[in-house]
Structure formats: structure tokens, C-alpha cells
């Protein structure tokens, strides 16, 4: 796990020279709400107070992967019903779309058969269905503030996600890989292209929009810790 961590964090490093422009102050706002544990040189949000040990189940495995299906599916159906003309069009078909990925790693979670787990599917929880709502309505209204979120959401996945992610799978899943971390395709290209279309988006905002994306983002960092 260790010389995972290293491996994604070189990969990050590598990645954040190539971040400048909007994503680069997006970046750096972002850092700073994280702890110093977390992030050593940039984090300075307040470090949480202790709390008993959390022991993860499959069944709390589940509702999150449920939560985070309900955060998905909204994102990909704002872009994927942008009209032509809307800045939110260069983002159809990505390479980093996780909806159908879910659905299948919740399919298993729920099916009896074979090696499925046979759980019950629950239903969304009320922080993740109002955070989708949020955004949704960002999609409609403000397209600066949904793009942060969006590219928080996505992101943040590719990283520290999969680490976590991993460390599910060793402590209660056997191991197993699910659909949520694989991509099609080389995975750093469909960042790069993503990246290179938000820059070019955000050069028409207005100081002001970005002013409201801090906002924005400090909204999604506290909506994930509530989950």
C-alpha cells in the first residue's frame, strides 16, 4: 500500500505542474482545506477531534457506493442533456464517467448469485441526495460553481479515492478490485483533456464567479466529510 501511495503521489506531483491557470488557484484553495496530516506543506483546515476507531462493513461500503451513484448519474446527466452552445457539451463522454461503473460494483453488492454479497440496496442517504440536488441546480444556474464540483468530484477519485478505495477492498472485500476504480482507456489522457478544457472555460470568468467557486468548493469538501 505504501509504495502505492508513493507511486500515485509522484504521479500527482508530476501533475500539478501542468495545473496552472484557473485549476491551479482551484488546487490550491482546495489543499488548504485539508488538515496538516493530510497535506503537510498546504493543508490548513482545523484537524478533526478524535474519535473511536471506525470499523468499516460492507453494508456502510454499499450506502456509500450508493451515494456516490446518486452524485454521478446527476453530474452526467446535467452534461449529458447540455444543449448545444453550452460550455458543459466538452464534457460529454470524457473517459472519467463512473455512473455505469457503480451501478455494476452495487449489482454485485446486492445480487445472491455467484460471489455476489446478496445485501439489500439502500436508499440514498439524505447527504448525498441533497448535495446532487445542489449541484443539479448549479448545472441550471451557474455553470462556473458546477464545473468546481465537478472537477472535485472527479479528481479527488483518481487520487486519494483509489487509495481508499484499496483499503476497503484489503480490510472487507477480499481484495477485491471494483468497477468504481477501473477506467477504459489510459486514465491520464482523459484527465489532461479535461483539464485543458476547464482552463480554456474558466479564461471567460469573471472574478467574481471565481470568488463564488471557493464558496463552491468549500460546499463539496463539507458535503463528502458528512457521507
Known amino acids: 500500500l505504501h509504495k502505492e501511495y508513493r507511486r500515485q503521489r509522484q504521479m500527482c506531483i508530476r501533475d500539478r505542474k501542468k495545473e496552472d491557470g484557473f485549476l491551479g488557484e482551484l488546487r490550491s484553495y482546495a489543499m488548504k482545506l485539508h488538515t496538516r496530516e493530510q497535506a503537510p506543506k498546504e493543508g490548513q483546515a482545523e484537524a478533526p477531534k478524535e474519535q473511536p ?69 439502500p436508499a440514498v ?56 476504480y477501473k477506467w477504459d482507456g489510459v486514465l491520464k489522457e482523459h484527465m489532461d483533456g479535461v483539464r485543458k478544457e476547464i482552463n480554456d472555460m474558466a479564461e471567460k470568468w469573471t472574478q467574481v464567479c471565481l470568488q463564488y467557486i471557493s464558496k463552491s468548493l468549500h460546499l463539496s469538501f463539507v458535503s463528502a466529510r458528512s457521507q
Not at 75 to 86: D, I, M, Q, R
Not at 133 to 153: E, I, K, L, Q, S
Open 53 to 121: 476507531k471506525w470499523e468499516p462493513t460492507t453494508e456502510c461500503y454499499l450506502q456509500y457506493l450508493v451515494d456516490s451513484k446518486c452524485v454521478y448519474d446527476t453530474l452526467e446527466k446535467a452534461v449529458a442533456e447540455a444543449e448545444e452552445g453550452s460550455a458543459l457539451v466538452a464534457f460529454k463522454a470524457t473517459g472519467l464517467e463512473r455512473g455505469e461503473a457503480l451501478a455494476r460494483d452495487i449489482a454485485w453488492f446486492t445480487s445472491a448469485e455467484g460471489d455476489g454479497l446478496g445485501l439489500e440496496a
Open 125 to 180: 442517504s439524505e447527504g448525498g441526495s441533497s448535495f446532487a440536488a445542489t449541484v443539479a441546480g448549479m448545472a441550471r444556474d451557474n455553470v462556473p460553481a458546477f464545473m468546481c464540483h465537478y472537477y472535485n468530484t472527479y479528481f479527488a477519485h483518481t487520487a486519494g479515492g483509489r487509495m481508499i478505495g484499496k483499503q476497503l477492498s484489503d480490510a472487507i472485500l477480499d481484495k477485491k478490485k471494483l468497477e468504481f
